[in-house]
């Protein structure tokens, strides 16, 4: 009967949990640079998106390579972002994307570079059925 009772809740809390996440980003990252591009947690929302990621993202892409991976939000079934920075060098690109739900422009993204980086930011797909969208970042 424990057993039970402790399975049950199990399934209650698992199920709570994912109606409480957010829509899925996929997130493809290209390093367009001459050297490795290393991934790099500085911020709140930089740690929150390396937690939220499915796989890890790659510590290190190297030049001419891409990393792909899931982000998914457990904030609330109505938002979800990613947030990330890559550096290569003196070179740095943070990325952000994100969707409010019932925002006049649901989906966002942007992309700023410093050092001398050339960054941009894509998405590069929408399901409007259940709001998961593609991103492609790319460093060069």
């Known amino acids: 009967?424990?057993?039970?009772?402790l399975a049950l809740a199990a399934a209650t809390l698992l199920f709570i949990a994912d109606a409480n996440a957010g829509p899925p980003v996929t997130v493809v990252f290209k390093n367009n640079a001459t050297t490795n591009a290393n991934y790099t947690i500085i911020s709140n929302n930089e740690a929150a998106t390396f937690v939220n990621a499915s796989p890890k993202p790659s510590p290190v892409v190297a030049p001419g390579a891409?990393?792909?991976?899931?982000?998914?939000?457990?904030?609330?079934?109505?938002?979800?972002?990613?947030?990330?920075?890559?550096?290569?060098?003196?070179?740095?690109?943070?990325?952000?994307?994100?969707?409010?739900?019932?925002?006049?422009?649901p989906w966002n993204s942007t992309a700023s570079g410093s050092g001398g980086a050339v960054c941009s930011s894509r998405i590069t797909a929408i399901n409007l059925a259940t709001s998961a969208w593609t991103v492609e970042f790319t460093m060069r």
Not at 74 to 84: G, M
């Open 1 to 5: 009967m424990k057993l039970t009772s």
């Open 66 to 105: 891409s990393d792909t991976y899931v982000v998914v939000s457990q904030i609330s079934p109505l938002v979800n972002f990613a947030s990330l920075r890559y550096r290569s060098g003196i070179k740095e690109c943070q990325f952000y994307t994100s969707y409010v739900s019932g925002a006049s422009t």
